[in-house]
């Protein structure tokens, strides 16, 4: 992961040339377990269980798993048990032979839902690595993988990252299989399809990606294969941070141009709208693309409470990132530069208050800035009820000390604290670190040309962000390049029925519901349909 | 080479209206004024109205040659010779147009707002910007422009609406009592001022749907007909004829009396600001423009090895002039003679493309 | 090319750090805000006064004895030099943007404004919407006055000037509109006049009528009180003569101004009693007629009055009595204008731009006279046309038992 891709890719191919054909599953039990074995030394949670199988033919098998990882009830009384005693204890209607054994042993002899015969020994080895149980049985060159995942895992809760109010409340888990029937769960569609593959030589992480078939557009699902391909060899995946870095277009920008939610309802919405989902086991979080900048500023809720209500908000949001991002900028700007622009009760205040303040304006408000960042680095990493704690002590009584050791202006506190506000009001917490990036520039230009230099800096963010693209979408999508139609969802929260035509990652070929895109209970002339 | 048939005809119309109405609108009620005192905005419109027949024509021309633009396609109208020499006027043109909005954004800026800050330190920041979006494309000077110039043109909208107040129309008139040679004189500066239409000669093959792109065009040069209009109204309802010919920025000096209820007085620093983005996507088509034009006259394939020349040039044209006063003299060259570009080379064109075709029956239409 | 870009922003990044000149920056407690400013004259040259706020006398929340503001004089043979003069005496360089008012002194307007505007247009950091006052006297008495209420005087001064809904008794010039009256031909300027008094100059009752009265210059207790009362009349660019405050309302009705003020009339039932009639709207147009020779002026002045008190019994509430109403009001409202023509006419100064009318439509007879001399002589004709409402809350007046009985 630390590596660079060149030289890892290097190592890679080396590796591959020592170690190029499988393992061949050989009839000896013993050469088997005795392989294994060696590959796995000082490996104490692996498990060897040996035992016999059958009344008069005797033969030999054994169980290999992971403690911990397989569900140790369901080996005893559903592999063991049945293979061992059950297995004796019914007589068979005549004695098997040869290969037979072996397919009665499959099918017949085994009361558990899951299995899986493989023929080499990698894939052995990987199956009891990911928590199956793998039968080995002498004298048969093939070998069963049997479904027994079983590990302690964390319960369903309710994402601490994206709150809502009124909306669902569980979020994902660390487990894959959990969090895609949470998915599917929502989506009983034969469309859904959740394709599986595994990347990191080491780790081996299961990674789902998960589309609607039909409407998502084919080009994005190619895309999404092609960059995870290029990417199968590296040495380890261990959360979807990891895969976001490989994939997205352009990783040295300050703005991700890759989503990430923990909430199956805005998951099942995504692909609802064309958009494919990446899971990684072992990580809560899921990766969407793609991804434009806007889906940022709406949150689930937006769509579950009122329009007018959501439409408010959404502002509100646009006005909580403008404030976060130029504030201390346009203060600064307009304190230094531009005093005739305030209000002339207003400018005697700000001028009174400053008295005193040793520092120019903008080394004040980037002391300032920096302490916020400090503190609210510091709450990040304290525990819940400590953190609180910190921020007031923090904001209220730093912030009281320093106005009055004249060490900065309150007007300037306000407007700090005006920034960090605005920049939770973000229902993303991955969006409102570019804008927190930003500020700082800003604020320089500012300080350096005044509203010019503010404007300066404002220009080069949208050219940067217009040259930003997402799995070859714009990113600044649907403003620029400008689609009148799909403002609907950008500037306001159009009611549900008349956004059931879906944004452009749905497949063009796709028709719109076309019942829905009006009120179905009410005719033409406003009345309550009969029926 | 360039990505032809990227950019839709809605992006067009703001990147016109934008060069329409964005810089020269600084320098213009001031120079009518001159010329035409109570009557240039009659003169405007009447500018306007010949420049939307030349308007008409470059359609013509260009939908002939689809994927072309005007310099790779002169030298098969008028002759290989002739149409080269087309072409480097045209891509001069555009090299002095780029300078020309460059060196009065600066200047004005300098005048109303940052008096100490050295010249060449705003310029340099404001043409690295204009570097780095030519770099990326036409397409994102497109986007770019279609973010903003709805905002800038309803922030534009909003000041001369918030000046009403202060206008009267008694300021507007006598009607037609100017000479008739300085009106001449008057209809033909609206003539070059208009003339940055020509432009469109350049976008054409960029262009994804160039059917759609006369009505575009002339909707746009409609618009932007209305507001220099209106704001050269507004000017002189304003502050009279005579205080308007006084002032070096007479649309800055609008802009200064908005007033928003009690408490936002003084926006002027606010517009500066957007004007900053008016002069940053102007100055971007423009040496975008001129950059392609030199590129496809001298056949080079890639345009972006010549965006630094280029611009370094540009940027030395326009630190070039002593004052502002030498800036509004060679810019008057413009308002004098552009016609000869904006008005004869369309005219030329149109008349060769006939003759080449045999005369079609296009040509009346 | 990404290389090129990126060798490209971190070299303009790089300029940006190593000249963080910050040429333009002013930090906001290290200018003066400067709000008034007066322009005296005398045989030397100009003086001017300049009325700096003082933001740490203002923080604490101006109970302090000391007014927060500090007058700093300056003299020198322009405008720019005694500017400048000031600059030599204060700390913090005097920061334009902020100035409230512009008080003229009267010897000043004497001597021509031209001189004194020319510095005050350019300036970037000036505002063309600052009002323009001419002070009767020295501009630095007004300058130097601590009336109450607000606690810097311009501020007070230019409050005084935006909240005249009261009378109407003085005209509301800001530098733009002086501007423009000056540059444009057929019309000559106006400014309110402001004066500083004493309290004792007013307060007793019967020393009202002379309050325009002369003033010991050897005061040395600064004047408590400002009024804003009448106007001085320019021609050109100098001051010619004052408007008494009737006057001055009937060149606010010709210019359609008249935004509050009241007129009180006889009721025209019961002529011993008065009514109080409080003006709502004013309207004015001005109709040149000089096809054939003419020398007429129409002026058509239209007012919607409030009848807002009736000292006497009898309600004004019948067709004919409103009339009557209407009728008597323009008559005063005539009385007022016509006051204003006598002293313009007399004056020789076109006030009211007729000449700015008679230039846009007739444009070549315009060419030909010499306005200042034709104006005197027109016949200038009045026309005013009033509608009276009765105020809302109440319909009639008060009337006692025995006359209702009646």
Not at chain 1, 416 to 433: E, R
Request: neutral net charge; hydrophobic residues 45%; contains cysteine.
């Amino acid at each position: 992961m630390v590596k660079k891709p060149g030289k890892l890719l290097r190592d890679l191919k080396k590796q591959d040339k020592t170690k190029t054909d499988v393992q061949p599953i050989s009839t000896s039990l013993e050469k088997n377990l005795e392989y294994i074995k060696n590959v796995f030394t000082n490996c104490s949670d692996i498990i060897f269980r040996e035992f016999i199988v059958g009344y008069k033919t005797q033969i030999k098998a054994a169980l290999i798993y992971v403690d911990g990882l397989a569900d140790k009830v369901s080996i005893h009384d559903y592999i063991i048990k049945s293979l061992t005693l059950e297995a004796r204890a019914s007589k068979p209607d005549e004695e098997l032979q040869g290969e037979d054994i072996y397919k009665w042993i499959e099918n017949a002899a085994m009361s558990i839902a899951e299995k899986k015969q493989v023929e080499n020994l990698d894939d052995v080895m990987s199956g009891f690595l990911s928590g199956d149980t793998t039968l080995l049985i002498d004298g048969w060159s093939k070998a069963l993988v049997i479904g027994t995942k079983g590990w302690a895992s964390r319960g369903i809760s309710e994402p601490d990252s994206e709150v809502v109010i009124r909306g669902p409340r569980e979020g994902f888990t660390e487990t894959i299989r959990i969090n895609t029937s949470m998915v599917r769960r929502r989506l009983h569609s034969n469309k859904l399809k959740i394709e599986a593959r595994k990347i990191g030589t080491y780790t081996q992480t299961d990674v789902a990606i998960l589309y609607m078939d039909g409407i998502v557009n084919s080009e994005i699902i190619k895309k999404v294969h092609k960059r995870l391909d290029s990417i199968n060899e590296v040495d380890s995946i261990l959360e979807t941070g990891c895969i976001e870095q490989y994939i997205e277009d352009h990783p040295y920008s300050p703005f991700p141009q890759v989503q990430y939610t923990e909430r199956p309802d805005k998951v099942v919405a995504y692909l609802l709208e064309g958009r494919v989902i990446i899971m990684v086991d072992g990580s809560p979080n899921c990766l969407i693309v793609p991804t434009v900048f806007i889906q940022f500023l709406q949150s689930p809720e937006d769509y579950y409470s009122r329009i007018l209500m959501s439409t408010a908000l959404r502002w509100v949001r646009f006005i909580g990132v403008f404030t976060a991002v130029t504030l201390p900028a346009l203060y600064i700007a307009v304190t230094t530069f531009h005093q005739e622009m305030i209000p002339t009760n207003l400018a005697l205040s700000i001028s009174g208050a400053r008295e005193g303040v040793p520092f120019p304006a903008f080394v004040e408000a980037l002391a300032m800035e920096v302490s916020l960042e400090l503190l609210r680095e510091a709450s990040v990493r304290l525990p819940g009820a400590i953190g609180s704690t910190l921020g007031i002590v923090g904001a209220l009584i730093v912030g009281q000390a320093a106005v009055e050791a004249k060490l900065v202006a309150p007007q300037m506190v306000i407007v700090v604290a005006l920034t960090a506000i605005g920049s939770y009001t973000l229902p993303s917490f991955a969006a409102s670190i570019p804008l927190r990036l930003i500020r700082f520039p800003l604020m320089i230009l500012g300080a350096i040309f005044g509203l010019y230099g503010v404007m300066l800096g404002w220009i080069a963010t949208l050219v940067h962000m217009i040259s930003l693209k997402s799995f070859g979408y714009p990113y600044l999508e649907p403003l620029a390049p400008l689609r009148i139609s799909e403002l609907k969802d950008v500037l306001i929260r159009a009611p549900r029925w008349q956004m059931m035509t879906a944004p452009q990652f749905r497949k063009p070929t796709e028709k719109a519901p076309g019942t829905f895109l009006e009120r179905p209970y009410i005719t033409k002339d406003g009345g309550e349909k009969n029926k | 080479m360039i990505k032809r048939g990227t950019i839709s005809p809605r992006q067009v119309f703001f990147i016109l209206t934008m060069l329409l109405t964005g810089i020269y609108i600084l320098i213009l009620p001031r120079h009518m004024v001159f010329l035409t005192g109570t009557d240039g905005w009659l003169v405007l419109i009447g500018g306007g109205f010949v420049s939307g027949v030349i308007l008409i024509l470059i359609n013509k021309v260009s939908i002939k040659f689809p994927g072309k633009t005007v310099i790779e396609f002169a030298p098969l109208v008028v002759g290989r010779l002739l149409g080269k020499i087309i072409g480097g006027i045209l891509a001069i043109y555009f090299t002095l147009l780029a300078a020309g909005s460059l060196r009065i954004f600066t200047e004005m800026l300098k005048s109303a707002l940052l008096a100490e800050t050295p010249r060449w330190i705003v310029v340099v920041g404001l043409v690295g910007l204009i570097i780095w979006i030519i770099q990326n494309g036409l397409e994102d000077i497109a986007r770019f422009t279609e973010l903003l110039a709805p905002i800038i043109l309803l922030l534009l909208i909003g000041a001369l609406i918030g000046d009403i107040r202060y206008m009267e129309v008694i300021r507007l008139k006598p009607i037609l009592k100017t000479e008739p040679i300085s009106l001449l004189e008057g209809f033909i500066s609206t003539l070059s001022y208009f003339g940055v239409i020509i432009i469109l000669l350049m976008l054409y093959p960029y262009v994804n749907a160039p059917e759609k792109l006369t009505k575009t065009s002339l909707g746009a040069l409609l618009f932007a007909i209305v507001i220099t209009v209106a704001v050269f109204a507004g000017t002189v309802a304003t502050f009279g004829i005579y205080e308007t010919g006084r002032m070096a920025w007479p649309v800055i000096e609008l802009v200064k009396m908005v007033r928003i209820g009690e408490f936002l007085e003084r926006m002027e620093s606010l517009f500066l600001a957007v004007w900053l983005s008016i002069a940053f996507i102007n100055v971007s088509v423009l040496s975008f423009c001129s950059i392609s034009g030199w590129t496809q006259l001298i056949n080079i394939k890639n345009y972006q090895k010549l965006t630094y020349p280029v611009m370094f040039l540009l940027l030395g044209m326009s630190l070039w002039p002593k004052d502002l006063l030498a800036v509004l003299g060679l810019y008057r060259i413009n308002f004098t003679y552009g016609l000869f570009i904006s008005l004869a080379i369309p005219l030329l064109l149109f008349v060769f493309t006939l003759f080449s075709k045999g005369g079609s029956e296009n040509g009346h239409r | 090319m990404a290389t090129g870009k990126k060798v490209f922003s971190c070299l303009i990044i790089g300029i940006l750090f190593f000249f963080p000149g910050c040429w333009d920056r002013k930090e906001i407690n290290r200018i003066g805000f400067a709000v008034g400013l007066g322009i005296d004259k005398d045989s030397e040259g100009y003086q001017i006064t300049t009325q700096m706020a003082l933001p740490s006398l203002l923080e604490g929340g101006g109970g302090g004895e000391e007014a927060p503001v500090w007058v700093v004089g300056g003299k020198g043979r322009t405008i720019f030099e005694a500017i400048r003069d000031v600059n030599t005496r204060s700390a913090r360089r005097p920061f334009w943007g902020h100035l409230n008012v512009i008080v003229i002194g009267e010897e000043v307007a004497k001597n021509g404004l031209i001189p004194v505007l020319d510095l005050l247009s350019r300036g970037q950091e000036l505002r063309r919407s600052n009002y323009v006052v001419v002070a009767k006297g020295k501009a630095r008495d007004i300058l130097e006055a601590e009336p109450k209420l607000e606690s810097i005087n311009a501020i007070f001064i230019s409050n005084l000037i935006e909240n005249r809904t009261g009378q109407s008794i003085a005209p509301v010039v800001t530098l733009n509109d002086l501007l423009i009256s000056l540059s444009t031909a057929g019309i000559e300027s106006v400014l309110p006049k402001i004066q500083a008094l004493d309290q004792e100059s007013f307060l007793p009752p019967q020393k009202k009528e002379e309050k325009a009265g002369p003033k010991d210059e050897g005061e040395e207790k600064p004047k408590q009180i400002l009024e804003l009362r009448g106007a001085g009349i320019f021609k050109k660019d100098k001051f010619v003569t004052w408007m008494d405050e009737e006057t001055t309302r009937g060149y606010l009705w010709v210019k359609g101004q008249v935004k509050g003020g009241i007129i009180v009339i006889k009721n025209p039932a019961e002529s011993d009693r008065d009514l109080s009639l409080e003006i709502k709207r004013n309207k004015s147009f001005i109709f040149p007629r000089l096809e054939n020779g003419k020398n007429e002026i129409l002026m058509k002045v239209v007012a919607s009055l409030n009848l807002v008190e009736n000292t006497g019994i009898v309600s004004v509430e019948t067709e004919e009595l409103i009339q009557d109403l209407n009728q008597k009001a323009s008559e005063s409202i005539k009385k007022e204008i016509n006051k204003a023509i006598k002293v313009a006419q007399e004056f020789e100064t076109d006030i009211f731009g007729i000449g700015e009318k008679v230039r846009t439509q007739y444009p070549e007879l315009w060419e030909q006279m010499e306005w200042s001399q034709v104006f005197p002589g027109m016949d200038i004709k009045v026309e005013v046309e009033t509608v009276t409402q009765e105020a809302a809350m109440t319909l009639r007046p008060i009337m006692p038992p025995t006359q209702r009985r009646k």
